[in-house]
């Protein structure tokens, strides 16, 4: 479990984050995220065990994470610029790792190395920069770490990329309950892998959920009558939002579907459907003004 307790961090007069409560589950895909400047990079060297906090803890399966070295052989970090030893090509970088991490997987690192096509003899720092994440990935996939830490690591890698190594942490998460933490600005990169969100806006952990339970609880329905919606429906439902296309109303309303549409029913509407709303738009409505000011970061 990572965990972190009312966790402010400044840099001289900047606090780049503050009083931030954050709980990761063994197992999970926890998507953070945020708009540049928001404070991700800091919360995650933070949980790196890179930075120190002023106030706060941050802990791993209860002990404190600042540079506290057992722990950091259970977990493995990719900065949003990967990391390598100048002149090291992949074989070596793969050897470091298996000196440092006692879980390294040599069969796996293999079978890796030729799922990618990569040419371990070959310095690192004359691949390019999808090429070098694509390595980073491998190494850390061949670590096998109980914890995986990613910061913005979609960008620069190619859809076909992306696909595999999203199958990849999946495949880890599911066989053996690796937890990882993914930053992220735009929510549309990773929601397809995240089963819980955390959005972070201006140094604040506005919100964080678990996806199923934010699917389950708000939907969209669109709904037409003779007279117009009857006004206690209204008051019944309170929506989070209406809007009127023509003769017909579409309503975000919060709270369970079965309840919802036995009002609606209830009322003899000309049309009743219920629509899918996407996870952009349950975010918008769930968050209010908040919502609307950091769309950008959502879409
Ligand atoms: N080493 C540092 N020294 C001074 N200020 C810093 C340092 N690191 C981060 N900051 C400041 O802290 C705030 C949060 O930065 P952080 O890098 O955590 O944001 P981020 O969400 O990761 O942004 P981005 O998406 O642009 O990488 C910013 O205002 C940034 O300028």
Redesign the pocket.
């Known amino acids: 479990m990572i965990e972190m307790k009312n966790v402010t961090?400044s840099?001289?007069r900047?606090?780049?984050?503050e009083n931030v409560n954050l709980h990761i589950h063994k197992g999970s895909i926890y998507g953070l995220i945020?708009?540049?400047?928001?404070?991700?990079?800091?919360?995650?060297?933070l949980l790196a065990g890179i930075y120190l906090q002023e106030k706060g803890e941050v802990m791993i399966d209860g002990q404190p994470v600042f540079e506290n070295v057992r722990l950091k052989q259970k977990l493995f970090y990719i900065p949003?610029q990967p990391y390598f030893f100048s002149q090291y090509t992949t074989k070596q970088m793969a050897r470091f790792y298996r000196n440092c991490y006692p879980t390294w997987d040599e069969e796996r690192f293999q079978n890796l190395i030729n799922a990618f096509e990569v040419d371990i003899n070959k310095k690192i720092q004359t691949f390019s920069k999808g090429w070098q994440r694509q390595i980073a990935f491998i190494l850390a996939f061949s670590v096998k770490p109980e914890i995986l830490i990613l910061?913005?690591p979609m960008d620069g890698l190619d859809p076909v990329v992306r696909r595999k190594v999203k199958n990849l942490m999946i495949h880890d998460v599911a066989e053996r309950e690796m937890t990882i933490l993914i930053?992220s600005?735009n929510l549309r990169e990773i929601e397809d892998i995240c089963d819980h969100i955390g959005v972070?806006h201006k140094?604040t952990l506005i919100m964080q959920k678990e996806l199923d339970e934010l699917k389950s609880n708000v939907h969209k329905v669109q709904i037409a009558y003779k007279d117009g919606v009857p006004e206690q429906l209204l008051n019944k439902l309170n929506p989070l939002h209406s809007e009127k296309r023509g003769s017909v109303h579409l309503l975000i309303i919060r709270g369970e579907e079965e309840i919802i549409a036995k009002h609606i029913r209830q009322t003899n509407p000309v049309i009743f459907d219920l629509l899918p709303l996407t996870l952009e738009e349950i975010f918008i409505y769930e968050m209010g003004d908040i919502g609307y000011a950091i769309k950008n970061v959502i879409v």
Request: proline share 0%; aromatic share 4%; glycine share 16%.
């Open positions: 961090k840099f001289d900047l606090t780049a984050i945020g708009s540049n400047g928001a404070g991700k990079t800091t919360i995650i060297k949003d910061d913005e930053s600005h972070i140094g």
